[in-house]
């Protein structure tokens, strides 16, 4: 059973912008916190931005000021806004909901970003 999906990778020019989706189910957009991760090719998975509830959030040093993480309540999906994107930002992005223990956290199937002239 898929609870969250991802939408909205793809290349892009350094500089420029994409915005990545997630779509969860009403149980896990309201009570779960959620996040983004990434992870380039031969590095560890790293945190980018996780929000508990409203539209608070923090980021990773590497992505603060250019990635905003936001939530659309009517369609229960969580967005990233990435702005003046770089090419060390190229990596494949996941979205996370963080679930209560013992059950494990939940994953999105992850989405290709690559930002390269």
């Known amino acids: 059973q898929v609870q969250l999906v991802e939408s909205g990778g793809g290349l892009v020019k350094p500089a420029g912008s994409l915005r990545l989706s997630c779509a969860a189910s009403?149980?896990?957009?309201?009570?779960?916190?959620m996040c983004w991760y990434r992870q380039a090719q031969g590095k560890e998975r790293e945190l980018v931005a996780v929000?508990?509830?409203?539209?608070?959030?923090n980021y990773a040093d590497s992505v603060k000021g250019r990635f905003t993480l936001s939530r659309e309540y009517a369609k229960t999906t969580i967005h990233l806004q990435m702005n003046s994107l770089k090419s060390e930002d190229t990596s494949v992005y996941y979205c996370?909901?963080?679930?209560?223990?013992?059950?494990?956290?939940?994953w999105g199937q992850g989405t290709q970003v690559t930002v390269s002239s």
């Open positions: 996370n909901a963080k679930s209560p223990p013992p059950y494990p956290d939940l």
């Open positions: 009403d149980i896990i957009f309201s009570r779960y916190p």
């Open positions: 929000t508990i509830r409203g539209n608070n959030a």
